[in-house]
């Protein structure tokens, strides 16, 4: 599904929501067997959950690979491209991979497979989708109903994206926000908008 479809929807998650299933997320992987010595975040999504459970998990090794699969507006790349590929100091350890959202397992699974070093290997999201072909070991919540999911950390730059694609960046306040609700179902409150679209001329 793209931003293109006719009933595509789009949601705000919000960083108090984000961080609450985060620890949801915690309490599910400190209740298994499993012990790790070093997070990988998943860049860019990726990286507040992985800090958020290095404080939740006591766990000070935090690392990064940065995976290339959407861009703004829910715009898909047709394969994911891991961008930073060595990761030697990784190898011999236990590894949580951790990003926000699990949608259709392409980041997941093109990451892990520069991970494959590691003595162990496990995989984390907030929230995962039906859709997924590559399901991560440890879920804080899963998504039943298939939205798109806006984390507040990626808001300016997914919003503006659809802005863009409809024609309506130079739109005023009001007239986007009615149109993000006509088009994609999207609920954006009108502070949170004009903070926004106060970013504009950095996406332009």
Known sequence: MTSKDKDFKAEIVSLEKAYEDSLKLAEKIAASSDRFDAIVGIARGGFPPARFLCDFLNIEELHSIQVKHYGSGAE????AEVLNKDFKELSDKNVLLVDDVNDSGKTLKAASKFLEAAALLKTAVIHEKDTTNFKADFVGEPVKEWRWLIYQWAAAEDVLGFLKEGDMLEADATEAQQFLEDAYSLEVEMSLLTK????????K
């Open 76 to 79: 898909e790349k047709e394969d």
């Open 196 to 203: 926004i679209l106060a970013t504009k001329p950095a996406y």
